[in-house]
């Protein structure tokens, strides 16, 4: 029985954890690495047809991305998350598959043009949803039995909507280890989701620490905040831009400005509109409201009883189409635009960025994580000047971040998890999910001043469950920028490649078949290899 980390390991985004136990393989997480990467992440060390399962935490591309990109290698096996995860990664997965191809056409125009090589895309809408029907909806809460040796249980963190920690039971030869991964911890007094909901026992603890060297602070008047900068950005005659996640974030910040316009905070347009440009934001939209009672917090649910929509008001857009984003900026009115994606690395956000970043009369709100290397990153840090589509654009606009809008936990609500495990203090616990110094700092501190054997692991790290020893402790790899590219993607020749390995796959797999069947199947693969050899 053994674990190995490979992605977020030193790092934010990625998230990937490998486990073998039994004759079983399986995954918790399978993350798309988002940003510039500092380390190298070592790759799952099966073939993806030889996995079993695949557990999510929750449904963010940083935990779910690479799914598709497994389903075209030739994984099949089930993939199990909550009800409110398996919905939002319906819409997600093809969301990204539609980036992934789109990107693609944009390239090889390119490529064609300058002669350039040909661009493949990570993975296609079919491998999207093809790894979309291998979903398994759980409930929260409900002990759930895998196979022989092997049971989960999901319990609700607050981070997204369906969001979780994992508990895994697993037992080997008689012996018995229990695992909890904590997936992204939410931060408490968030509006419409419920507060972290804690786990009392544990042999091993998997825990992010993206916020693990800072803290929010006392609960930031949002509401008040945001209608200042809506004021004066509207007094300027300008338009506020917020680049924010479509799931989560977006519903979120539609909270807070029905808030605002119920108070009747906005003097200078009282009227104005709100445009969420993101068809997958409306989407997840619809799935929070049918998920009211499984997830929402007590205050959501109550203005719901009372005919209320906690995201709903006069004057909200919902832009679907092409032509539908293109005509906001062809609107004169001051208004604000919440448009995808948060860290401004793809879709339209950059357009409405190219619109409005040199304009001083406008404001772009951060009001979420970016990661280094981003164009939200970069903008934060103060870029006086940013390409955008070929275009040199000059920033005159107004950059500000509202604090305290965060969907992770602080320093104090990690400790205040690590500390909930009450009923059996975890034996050791592996801190992820942060950037370097992070993880670093924050395995000292669970260790130094909470009594809890602690470290930070490197990608290629391996320990034994069983033993509680390191088999093989990894060294970072730093990654090289010109190396970054290469895993995007294999060719057409490399998916028959990884076809052939899960042939390969499933052969091993149907070892004791009846001589019969076993016959059937050889003179299939055979009479297949008969058409195509050269």
């Not at 609700?156 to 080997?172: M, W």
């Not at 005919?307 to 092409?322: A, Q």
């Amino acid at each position: 029985m053994k674990l190995e980390f490979l992605g977020a390991a030193h790092e934010v985004t990625g998230s990937c954890h490998y486990l073998e136990i039994g004759d079983k393989r399986l995954c918790v997480d399978i993350g798309m690495q988002q940003g510039r990467n500092l380390f190298e992440s070592q790759e799952i060390p099966v073939n993806a047809a030889e996995l079993d399962y695949i557990l999510l935490t929750h449904a963010h591309i940083d935990h779910t991305g690479l799914l598709p990109m497994l389903y075209a290698r030739g994984f099949r096996g089930q993939v199990f998350a909550t009800k409110a995860t398996a919905d939002l990664c319906d819409i997600m997965l093809r969301d990204s598959a539609h980036i992934q191809q789109f990107e693609a056409e944009w390239r090889n125009r390119k490529a064609q043009r300058s002669g350039g090589e040909p661009y493949v895309p990570l993975y296609t809408m079919e491998d999207a949803i093809g790894a979309i029907r291998l979903l398994v909806p759980c409930e929260y809460d409900s002990t759930i039995h895998i196979c022989d040796g092997i049971e989960i249980r999901f319990t609700d963190v607050g981070h997204l909507l369906g969001s979780s920690s994992i508990e895994i039971f697993a037992t080997e030869d008689g012996e018995t280890r229990v695992l909890c991964f904590s997936g992204d911890l939410g931060n408490r007094s968030k509006p419409i989701l419920r507060d972290p909901v804690y786990t009392r026992s544990a042999d091993y603890v998997i825990m992010e620490s993206t916020y693990g060297d800072r803290l929010h602070g006392e609960k930031p008047d949002y509401v008040g905040e945001l209608a200042d900068i809506i004021e004066r950005t509207f007094e300027r005659g300008g338009n506020v831009v917020i680049p924010a996640f479509a799931v989560g974030r977006t519903q979120e910040l539609l909270y807070f400005i029905r808030q605002i316009k119920e108070r009747e905070l906005i003097r200078s347009y009282p009227d104005f509109e709100v445009y969420v440009d993101s068809p997958l934001a409306v989407e997840a939209t619809t799935i929070f409201g049918k998920n009211v009672e499984r997830c929402f917090d007590e205050e959501a649910k109550e203005l719901v009883n009372k005919g209320i929509n906690p995201i709903g008001f006069k004057g909200l857009c919902l832009s679907i189409t092409s032509d539908d984003s293109k005509g906001i900026n062809m609107n004169n009115n001051p208004k604000v635009i919440i448009s995808a994606s948060g860290m401004c690395e793809a879709g339209r956000i950059r357009h409405h960025l190219k619109h409005n970043l040199w304009r001083s009369d406008s404001t772009v709100v951060f009001v979420g994580y970016q990661s280094v290397g981003t164009l939200g990153r970069s903008l934060l840090d103060g870029a006086t000047s940013v390409k955008l589509f070929g275009e040199e654009i000059d920033i005159q606009a107004e950059i500000v971040k509202i604090s305290g809008i965060s969907g992770h936990a602080d320093k104090n609500g990690l400790l205040d998890w690590i500390d909930g495990f009450t009923e059996q203090k975890p034996k050791k616990v592996f801190v992820v999910h942060g950037e370097d110094k992070v993880t670093e700092a924050f395995a000292e501190c669970v260790k130094k001043e909470h009594g809890i054997e602690a470290v930070a692991p490197y990608s290629g790290t391996v320990f034994d469950l069983i033993t509680g020893e390191f088999e093989h402790i990894a060294e970072p790899v730093y990654a090289k920028k010109k190396e970054i590219s290469k895993k995007r993607a294999m060719d057409v020749f490399g998916r028959l490649v990884m076809a052939g390995e899960r042939l390969a796959a499933v052969i091993r797999k149907n070892e004791g078949l009846s001589n019969k069947d076993t016959a059937k199947f050889t003179d299939q693969i055979n009479s297949l290899c008969d058409k195509w050899d050269r």
